[in-house]
């Protein structure tokens, strides 16, 4: 039976479409590292499970569908810490990051607009945009240059009349670049000047490394009407599975319009609202610990990482992510090959292949994305099956002599 012309434009995750592989290796007896998702292994915060397990209402009823007014009425003293003003009206509460993006989309912009994305990006963005009909604009981003912001005329180049929106992430999924405040500012000159939005995806705000500080866009209030963040509490206390996000604006026609997906889906689900509540009380010391720990791992995976032949990758400046190039024809091959054909001392590596984080062909296709999301003992013991199995990859598959 022939499928809507809609869903064969869908691409299968290359974060999860692996995923039998690594279950059949697992089946075998093979310990699997995952790098593949940017799954924690941090514990989520005391007080978030205990609010679950405490939670005790006799109904789990609907709710409010712009969120729970508790939850939206904590979260600008979130914000507060980190000098921005939002107040409760300004927020609508989301079914993860992800719907906070896919609601964004679909209240700016019509069948076949365009939406304007530095590429690599955040691969499920593609999935988002197909959902709303909405073409995504790549501009290559560059691993020689950290991945920074590609010059603003190339942005200026892609507009058109049918151009809605420029969306980044900062921090940068998957390459861990941290936009500066001169590079946002330049986005949003050049959003103000042709009459357009800038969405932020600002879901790893607290991991920039290196004593940087973190720029939000919502720091502008010069350029309100025009922006819109995208949050999320998955990353941030390492409560993924919860699924409640938040899109923020201070223009109210978008929150009054996206309002209206938000209640054709009813309501954000209420435990996990009750349980990001609790996470809004955790104590700052335990942010802290957890960008320590992730920059501690990023330091330590980036020294592995260099000292492989024929790697090449750039210093992540935050996130929990970042892109390796390695020495192979087609990285997805050798994922592929990781999960199948190799192991050492019975361990092997899961990784996500970065083809389909671009949206122009052929480029990225031997890039990896890592996600430094486990401990470093861990982390080693990935590194060597990386490190192996590429010797065993370019010699046994691609036929190189090492």
Do not use: W
């Not at 924690?40 to 569908?65: C, M, W």
């Not at 003003?85 to 079914?95: G, N, Q, S």
């Not at 209030?221 to 995208?230: A, K, L, N, T, Y």
């Not at 802290?288 to 791992?297: A, D, F, N, S």
Request: hydrophobic share 40%; charged share 25%.
């Amino acid at each position: 039976m022939q499928m809507s012309h809609r869903i064969s434009a869908f691409q299968c995750s290359p974060i999860r479409r692996l995923s039998p592989y690594a279950r059949d290796a697992v089946k075998r007896g093979i310990k699997v590292y995952h790098l593949n998702i940017g799954q924690p292994d941090i514990k989520t915060p005391f007080q978030v499970l205990d609010a679950v397990r405490h939670y005790d209402e006799t109904i789990i009823a609907y709710g409010n569908s712009e969120g729970r007014q508790e939850l939206r009425e904590a979260l600008p003293a979130y914000y507060a810490k980190y000098g921005l003003d939002v107040k409760a009206d300004d927020i609508l509460i989301t079914t993860g990051g992800s719907e906070a993006l896919q609601f964004a989309f679909m209240t700016l912009c019509d069948p076949y607009d365009e939406v304007i994305i530095p590429e690599p990006y955040y691969t499920n963005v593609s999935s988002f945009a197909h959902s709303a009909m909405v073409n995504l604009v790549p501009i290559t981003s560059n691993m020689e240059d950290g991945f920074a912001l590609p010059d603003i005329s190339e942005f200026e180049k892609k507009i058109t009349r049918k151009t809605g929106a420029i969306l980044i992430c900062s921090p940068n999924n998957p390459t861990g670049h941290v936009y500066t405040q001169d590079e946002m500012l330049q986005l949003l000159n050049l959003c103000k000047k042709y009459d357009i939005f800038l969405i932020v995806d600002e879901v790893y705000r607290e991991f920039c490394y290196d004593g940087k500080q973190f720029t939000s866009v919502l720091s502008f209030p010069e350029f309100s009407d025009r922006v819109i963040c995208v949050d999320s509490f998955s990353k941030r206390y390492s409560m993924c599975g919860s699924r409640i996000g938040a899109l923020i604006s201070r223009n109210k026609d978008v929150l009054d319009n996206a309002l209206k997906l938000a209640q054709a889906r009813l309501c954000p689900p209420d435990i996990e609202q009750v349980a990001a509540c609790a996470a809004l009380k955790t104590d700052d010391a335990y942010l802290l610990e957890v960008r320590q720990e992730y920059e501690h791992r990023r330091n330590f995976i980036f020294e592995g990482l260099k000292k492989i032949d024929g790697v090449k990758c750039s210093m992540p400046k935050g996130a929990f992510y970042m892109v390796a190039e390695l020495p192979v024809d087609n990285a997805e091959n050798f994922a592929r090959f990781m999960l199948k054909d190799f192991n050492l001392h019975g361990e092997t590596v899961m990784v996500a292949p970065c083809e389909d984080f671009y949206v122009t062909k052929g480029v990225g296709r031997r890039q990896v994305r890592i996600a430094y999301v486990l401990n470093t003992h861990d982390l080693e013991r990935a590194v060597a099956c990386i490190d192996a199995g590429l010797k065993v990859y370019r010699t046994e598959v691609m036929g190189e002599k090492l």
